[in-house]
């Protein structure tokens, strides 16, 4: 893999996400992460579902999908009603069998920098609660817990409790993220 190219996800991309969800929600299960995703819980629907109201995106690698994430503008559930200063990051996930080691890091950049495009400041995430392994992951990432949020509402699940986390960025003008090269080391 040289390079990854990230794109809006389209109607035709449904399967692809879940099977990508699914995909990374097994490789938790099979590293003893319970509790963060099960296989199942999310559906062509649930994607769809974003895509109406907030972004998907890909990213593919040598013509294969490589890695996706859901971007919100709001997210209510866990932030409360806030100013319009942020992206919300979701479902960050990566196809190990595609992706390269160091992709998730690149598809957050990519996630962050079309949150800097929109003139917004800051992107904000939430993991599942005692999971160190995600926290460390993001926070050597930049981000910092701000908080917590018990009984968060699951799509296909009981309600969870979250650590809440930000990242401050600069706005770098409108464009979007196309294409991003792999670190060389």
Known sequence: MTDLRVRPAAEADLA???RLRDGAARWMLARGITGQWQPGELDEDHFRRIMARG???LAEADGRIAGAWELWWDDEAAWGPQPPVAGYVHRLMVDREVAAPGAGRLLLTAAERRVAATGRTRVRLDCLAGNAPLTTYY???GYRVVGHKEGKPQPGGAPKSFTLMEKELRPVGQ???????EPTS
Request: proline content about 6%.
């Open 139 to 141: 926070r050597d990432a």
């Open 16 to 18: 692809d996400l879940v």
């Open 175 to 181: 464009a979007e993220p196309k294409e991003l090269k």
């Open 55 to 57: 972004e998907v995106w």
